[in-house]
């Protein structure tokens, strides 16, 4: 209850609020306070006190903890009186109880509460320049500010950036000075203008001419800390428990172990820089590090007005992500299942799809990662992909179902509108290759050959698949699948002995297998089951027949596809094509053969060939061999970059519990995804994107013992195919893997191709 309202002096007003406790306000009336008139909550939950209209005087809210330090409390607002009535609010939410001192001083006798040499009332005349709550010396307006008036404001210093978990968010850059003192002072650096802290620092600030100084005074060490370098990012499509929109988190460098003295100072002098932000301001420890010093002290960030947000927590309530910025035309569709689908409708998936043929638009209503299969094959056909919760009923998406649109993603929504059949056959035409593409595929080679007698020149014989793991064998064999692969030559002579090209193009020649996907992908289907029955040629019999006793009779095996046209430039045949397990109980290898062969006239595959203008019949189907790895206790995807910032070393790997696949999940299942990079010369930071929602809360698929032997094993393997591939610009050239824990717990790399950057 509000209590002891008294004068202090002719020129201030106190008012003292105790017990204040979350969600709940005094219903009193301040009758006996002429300067207030009530006390609320804002929206965003926030302390409120309501002003009277009062010109002449400006307002100074006060907030402590403890009864004892009302007098002394922390300065939080200031506004000026106006005309009207106004309103006062704490810089960020209450948790628990709070004490405030409001006090209301006359402009004709102005303070300097922040003692940095200007009064206050001067101050706030210049907000943005000035701030009467931080003591920094006023920079120039296209340099950076001490103080952020505005979401136009932020947005002017803001500069896009990709951050684990979060792609092309705004970011500012900030700095602490003095954090060590009393009187800490901060500003907000134009980060489209300056990349780095130092750069701001020595350039606009001028405390600074000496970087390896001005590192050891601001990271890695709390004993020595003088300064504190942060971002504060807005998360604008982060909806929090009571449905409020957009949340801005204050972040560190992921290996710098902040601790909470100075988190706090930090976190309260930019919420109090922010005055219009409703409370929906939080402190984000993003990386291993972080998060060890919070629960270290998480007894003290309970006692204070830190709000923290948890990278699980964070990432599990946005309602919208861009996965793949761009546009695109086709037919809306509403997919539950596995509809036939092509390349003029935009769909929405309301699971991640097991296979996908090539379409307009993807959207999908759980969340996905940048590994997903689907988010690569956007990549590929620059396909417009992103995550929209409840897209089916969402406002501004039902009403357009089973309709002609126009979709576009960007990095902050997306924007739909119905569009013409004229708008979408042209879009068709326009982004379709101009010319045929003929995939090479040399048959000089009739026999089938084990991995290690494949050359990395040998991809036009046996396919890019088992070329690359042959390469794998090379370079970690302990960490590869050994075994054979069945050269192009023996799918060639086996279409000519049943006389299946020409069954091909009879079927390509009928008017219905052009005109309609459900009747294509029906004939195609059929197609398969004629390879699937037609007869091996006696002499590939025997020679298969002597692959399999060669590996041995009691042993299951794992029959991939291996296609020239797999991994093209510019093109990645990622899941077009499918891969078998043969089992001890079925006998000759010849059944398992034919299907990945005939996976090559799988209805997604001959899509994205025609699409492509890849020609059917030069296309050809190599099959690799190798024992086959069950029980599993994890699968995963990873990168041989940094792929939110590829300016330092690092990884980026999906990982999932036991045989559910990263790149064809389980419906509902999200896998772990993490960055590990090795920043700023230190040792090696795991930060948590997502956790696997097969494991309970915070457990981890991969040990850190895992993640760093995954990470020296992929650093061989970027090295070696780089001088392979010699790519004409290295810096923006990575490899992608996919890998396994064996049930033995051993590391298996199993596939390495170029990632699609």
């Known amino acids: 209850m509000p209590k002891n309202f008294f004068n202090c002096s002719p020129l201030t007003w106190l008012t003292l609020l105790s017990c204040l406790f979350w969600g709940v306000i005094p219903s009193t009336v301040f009758a006996t306070e002429p300067g ?24 100074i809210l006060q907030r402590s903890r403890e009864l004892s330090e009302v007098g002394r409390g922390r300065p939080v607002a200031m506004v000026r009186g106006s005309s009207r009535p106004g309103m006062i609010a704490d810089s960020t939410r209450p948790k628990d109880q709070g004490y405030y001192q409001l006090t209301h ?134 909806v929090d428990a009571e449905g409020r929109r957009g949340l801005y988190t204050v972040e560190f460098w992921p290996t710098d172990p902040v601790a909470f003295r100075f988190v706090e100072k930090g976190y309260e002098l930019v919420s109090a820089a922010m ?40 990432y599990a309530n946005v309602v919208y992500t861009g996965l793949n910025p761009g546009e695109g035309y086709g037919r809306l569709r509403v997919v539950n299942g596995s509809e036939t689908l092509s390349v003029r409708d935009i769909v929405i998936f309301r699971n991640i799809p097991n296979d996908l043929t090539h379409v307009a638009g993807i959207i999908t209503e759980i969340p996905q990662t940048p590994l997903s299969h689907i988010n690569l094959k956007a990549k590929q056909n620059n396909t417009p992909n992103a995550f929209i919760k409840d897209a089916s009923t969402h406002p501004e998406i039902a009403p357009f179902i089973d309709q002609n649109i126009y979709y576009r993603v960007t990095a902050d929504g997306f924007e739909i509108r119905s569009a013409t059949e004229e708008e979408v056959e042209a879009w068709f035409e326009a982004i379709r290759p101009a010319n045929p593409q003929v995939p090479q595929r040399d048959l000089s080679i009739t026999e089938i ?32 699948p050994n075994g054979y692969a069945i050269p192009f030559y023996f799918y060639d002579e086996f279409m000519k002995a049943g006389d299946l090209y020409n069954e091909a193009q009879a079927m390509m020649e009928q008017p219905l297998f052009r005109n309609s996907a459900l009747f294509r992908d029906a004939l195609l289907k059929s197609f398969r089951q004629k390879i699937k029955d037609a007869p091996l040629p006696a002499w590939m019999l025997d020679a298969v027949g002597a692959l399999q006793e060669s590996i041995g009779p009691d042993t299951t095996l794992r029959l991939r596809s291996s296609t020239n046209n797999e991994d093209l430039e510019g093109f990645n045949g990622a899941g077009l094509y499918s891969s078998f397990t043969h089992y001890l109980d079925e006998g000759h ?19 994205e060939r025609e699409f492509w203008r890849i020609d059917h019949f030069s296309a050809a189907m190599g099959v690799l061999v190798h024992p086959n790895y069950e029980n599993e206790q994890a699968n995963g995807v990873g990168v041989t970059t940094n792929i939110f910032d590829p300016r330092w070393e690092g990884h980026y790997v999906n990982v999932q519990i036991g045989e559910n696949l990263v790149t064809n999940p389980e419906a509902g299942s999200i896998p772990e995804e993490y960055l590990i990079a090795r920043l700023a010369g230190f040792s090696d930071e795991i930060q948590y994107i997502r956790f696997s929602n097969q494991l309970p809360d915070n ?59």
């Open 699 to 757: 457990q981890t698929v991969l040990t850190r013992s895992q993640a760093l032997d995954l990470k020296a094993k992929m650093n061989l393997v970027h090295s070696h195919f780089l001088s392979r591939y010699n790519p004409p610009d290295p810096s923006t050239w990575a490899m992608e893997v996919e890998f396994k824990i064996t049930e033995e717990g051993n590391l298996l790399i199993k596939q390495a191709r170029p990632w699609i950057f």
């Open 105 to 238: 001083v006359e402009s004709a006798a102005p303070r300097d509460t922040d003692r940095d040499g200007f009064s206050d009332w001067l101050e706030l005349a210049r907000p943005g320049y000035y701030n009467p709550l931080n003591p920094a010396t006023p920079v120039e307006r296209a340099q950076g500010s001490v103080m952020l008036v505005n979401r136009t404001h932020f947005e002017q210093l803001a500069a896009r950036d990709d951050r684990p978990g979060a792609q092309s968010v705004r970011e500012i850059k900030f700095l602490v000075y003095d954090v060590h003192t009393s009187r800490p002072v901060l500003y907000f650096a134009n980060s489209n203008r300056y990349r780095y802290h130092f750069d701001f620092t020595s350039q606009v600030v001028n405390r600074y001419n000496d970087l390896g100084l001005f590192n050891s005074e601001t990271y890695f060490d709390n004993t020595r800390r003088k300064n504190l370098a942060g971002s504060l990012i807005a998360h604008d499509n982060y």
């Open 449 to 480: 050959r084990p991995l290690s007698r494949i050359q990395f020149n040998n991809s036009d014989a046996f396919g890019a698949k088992a070329v690359n793991v042959a390469e794998l064998r090379r370079i970690i064999p302990r960490n590869a």
């Open 589 to 607: 290898l010849e059944k398992t053969v034919k299907q990945v062969w005939a996976s090559l006239w799988n209805y997604r595959a001959f899509e």
């Open 275 to 314: 005055p219009f932000v409703d409370g929906n301001i939080a402190y984000h420890p993003a990386s291993e590090t972080q998060r060890r010093w919070y629960n270290d002290e998480k007894e003290d960030y309970g006692k204070s007005y830190i709000q923290v947000v948890q990278t699980e927590d964070l």
């Open 36 to 59: 207030v008139t009530g006390v609320r909550h804002t929206p965003g939950g926030k302390v409120a006190f309501n002003l009277g209209p009062n010109p002449s005087r400006y307002h």
